[in-house]
C-alpha cells in the first residue's frame, strides 16, 4: 500500500511517516497540499492521509485536486475539532476521519478497512 | 439600545469562541506531535528489544521534539489563561506593547489561514490606556481581520503601538492601495475608538480614548 501524508505540523506528519515504514507501508510525507500534488503530477498513492485544516489548501479541497489525478484514491482526514458538518464532509465511500490524536492500531484498521473495501469494489 | 448592548454580547461571544477554538486546536496538534513522537520512541524501543540497535541520536531528537511540543502547549495555554482574565475587569490600565504581544500569539493560526505574517514592534516605553481590557482585544482582532484580508496570501502586517495625548493608537499597514479603501466598518462599539485610514502610509489606525 502506498500513503501519501499531508499535515502542516511537520514533527507529527514525519512522526507518524516514520510510523507507517518501520510497520513496512510505502509512505511519503508532505506538510503542503501544492508539494504533495507535485508529488502525485509523477506516480499515484492508493491513500492520502490528510489534515483537514492546513493554510492555503485545506484537506477537502486538496482530495478534490488528488482525485482528479488519482481518480481510486482513499482518504482519511484528521481533525484536531471537528464540527458534524465537517465529518460529514469527510466521510464516504472512499473516505474516513479521525479525530487526533490518533491510535496508531485504530488509523491501520481503518486504512485497511478502506485499501480492503476498494479491491471489493474490484 | 437593548440592540446594541446585545449586539456587543454577540459579536463578543462570536470573538471568545473564535479564540478558544483556535488555541485548542493548536493544543490538540501540540498533543498529536507529542503522542506521534512518543509512539516513534515506542517503535524504536520495542526494535531495540528484538535486537536491533538504537540510535542515541534519534532518540534524542524525539526527545527533544516532545520537550518543545509541551513548551508550545504550555505557551498556548499561558496565553488562553491571560485572554480568559481579559474579563475580569471592565476598566482597568493596560500596557498596549502586552496587549499586541498577546493578540499576535492568539492570532497566529489565523494569520496562518489567511497567509498573512504578523510583526508586533512594540514602543520602546510602556503604553498605558485605561479601558476595557476585553473590548480593547476585540476591538484589536476586528482590524486584525480586516488588515488580514487587505494584506491577503503572503503579506506582512506590523502592529505598532503609539501613545497619544487622550489615549492611544496601534497602526496596522502597510497594506495594498487597493485594500485601502471602504475600511470603516470593522469597530465594535465596546471601547471608545474608531479605525482610519491614511492612504499616504497606507496604514489603518485605530485610535483608542482613555475611557
Not at chain 1, 30 to 49: E, Q, W, Y
Not at chain 1, 113 to 121: A, C, E, H, M, Y
Not at chain 2, 111 to 125: T, Y
Request: charged residues 25%.
Amino acid at each position: 500500500m502506498r500513503v501519501l501524508l499531508v499535515d502542516d505540523e511537520e514533527e507529527l506528519v514525519s512522526a507518524l511517516g516514520e510510523r507507517l515504514v518501520l510497520r513496512n507501508i510505502e509512505a511519503e510525507w508532505f506538510t503542503t497540499g501544492s508539494a504533495a500534488l507535485k508529488r502525485v503530477a509523477s506516480c499515484c498513492f492508493d491513500l492520502a492521509i490528510l489534515d483537514m485544516k492546513m493554510p492555503k489548501i485545506g484537506g477537502l479541497e486538496l482530495r478534490e485536486k488528488l482525485r482528479a489525478r488519482c481518480p481510486d484514491m482513499k482518504f482519511i482526514f484528521l481533525t484536531g475539532y471537528g464540527s458534524e458538518k465537517d465529518f460529514a464532509s469527510a466521510r464516504g465511500t472512499d473516505a474516513d476521519y479521525m479525530v487526533k490524536p490518533v491510535d496508531i492500531e485504530r488509523l491501520l484498521d481503518t486504512m485497511q478497512t478502506l485499501f480492503n473495501r476498494s479491491k471489493g469494489d474490484t | 439600545m437593548k440592540t446594541t448592548v446585545r449586539k456587543q454580547d454577540d459579536q463578543g461571544l462570536r470573538f471568545f469562541g473564535q479564540v478558544i477554538a483556535s488555541v485548542t486546536h493548536d493544543i490538540k496538534n501540540s498533543l498529536a506531535t507529542i503522542n506521534e513522537n512518543a509512539g516513534l520512541l515506542t517503535d524504536h524501543a520495542a526494535m531495540a528489544a528484538r535486537g536491533r540497535p538504537l540510535d542515541p541520536e534519534k532518540v534524542n531528537v524525539l526527545a527533544m521534539r516532545i520537550m518543545d511540543q509541551v513548551k508550545r502547549a504550555d505557551g498556548l495555554l499561558k496565553n488562553m489563561n491571560r485572554f480568559a482574565h481579559s474579563v475580569d475587569d471592565s476598566l482597568k490600565k493596560v500596557d498596549l506593547n502586552e496587549i499586541l504581544q498577546l493578540l499576535a500569539a492568539l492570532s497566529v493560526r489565523f494569520a496562518a489561514m489567511s497567509g498573512a505574517n504578523l510583526d508586533v514592534q512594540p514602543s520602546p516605553k510602556p503604553v498605558v490606556i485605561e479601558t476595557s481590557p476585553f473590548g480593547l482585544l476585540n476591538t484589536l482582532f476586528l482590524c486584525l481581520e480586516v488588515a488580514m484580508t487587505a494584506a491577503g496570501q503572503g503579506g506582512s502586517i506590523c502592529l505598532r503601538p503609539e501613545k497619544t495625548d487622550n489615549g492611544a493608537c496601534v497602526h496596522f499597514g502597510p497594506l495594498p492601495d487597493a485594500a485601502m479603501s471602504n475600511q470603516d466598518h470593522c469597530l465594535s462599539a465596546f471601547i471608545d475608538a474608531r479605525l482610519v485610514k491614511n492612504s499616504a502610509t497606507r496604514t489603518l489606525t485605530l485610535i483608542i480614548h482613555d475611557l
